[in-house]
């Protein structure tokens, strides 16, 4: 059974600080995408990784795949109110977008 | 247009009731999903269209009944749903299937008395 978790579940922190998202995976994937969801809203596409070693940063958040590890991780660099929301990543390993999501991190920003 | 687009947005049917949710995408993507989220958990998988054929099924009761009609439209027909299937259906399409993002609706939040 593929399992996708997320840690941590939930996350408040200090507007201006950093930190970082854990997603770890069960089984073999080298693709793997992070979604954000503002609470009642829809999923918007944050990053797409698409190989080991992948990197990509949009403003202050930085993702990254290790699939050796099967590891993905979200950073979030001096954390500001408006990244408030709840991060999810999610793995492909059909390779058909037919994405399994992780358990999802809350994250409140404390200004 | 780069919107997936859901109808409706809100609906409140009965256990005997027959309703449809419908998505509609005019991005020329090829893939279209349905995916069902609870409450403050992850969406789940539901159905895979690839080029309007249905390619996925996650093993979902047949109360739910997914369609294509042409590849900028699906469907999700209902009937006889029970209280546990309230939630938020979301759709997403995403271009050939494949190392691409998937674009989603705003979902049709769907309670069932």
């Known amino acids: 059974e593929l399992k996708v978790e997320q840690n941590p579940l939930f996350l408040s922190m200090q507007e201006g600080k950093n930190y970082t998202i854990y997603c770890n995976y069960s089984t073999t994937s080298d693709r793997l995408y992070w979604y954000r969801q503002d609470p009642g809203k829809s999923l918007e596409s944050l990053f797409v990784l698409l190989s080991n070693g992948a990197v990509k940063q949009e403003g202050r958040l930085m993702a990254s795949l290790d699939t050796k590890a099967r590891l993905s991780t979200l950073h979030i660099t001096a954390a500001v109110h408006d990244l408030s929301a709840t991060y999810f990543c999610a793995v492909d390993i059909r390779l058909g977008n037919q994405f399994y999501f992780g358990t999802g991190t809350s994250l409140t920003v404390i200004p | 247009d780069t919107e997936v687009t859901q109808t409706p947005k809100h609906l409140v049917m009965g256990m005997t009731n027959k309703k449809s949710l419908k998505c509609e995408q005019h991005?020329?993507?090829?893939?279209m999903y349905w995916y069902k989220q609870k409450a403050k958990k992850p969406p789940e998988l539901m159905f895979v269209y690839s080029y309007e054929k249905l390619s996925i099924n996650e093993s979902v009761p047949s109360r739910f009944s997914p369609e294509c009609p042409n590849s900028s439209l699906l469907n999700l027909h209902l009937h006889a749903l029970q209280p546990e299937d309230s939630a938020l259906y979301l759709c997403?399409?995403?271009?050939?299937?494949?190392?691409?993002?998937?674009?989603f609706g705003q979902g049709t939040r769907l309670t069932v008395v």
């Open positions: 991005m020329g993507h090829r893939a």
């Open positions: 997403a399409s995403s271009p050939r299937g494949w190392d691409t993002e998937a674009f």
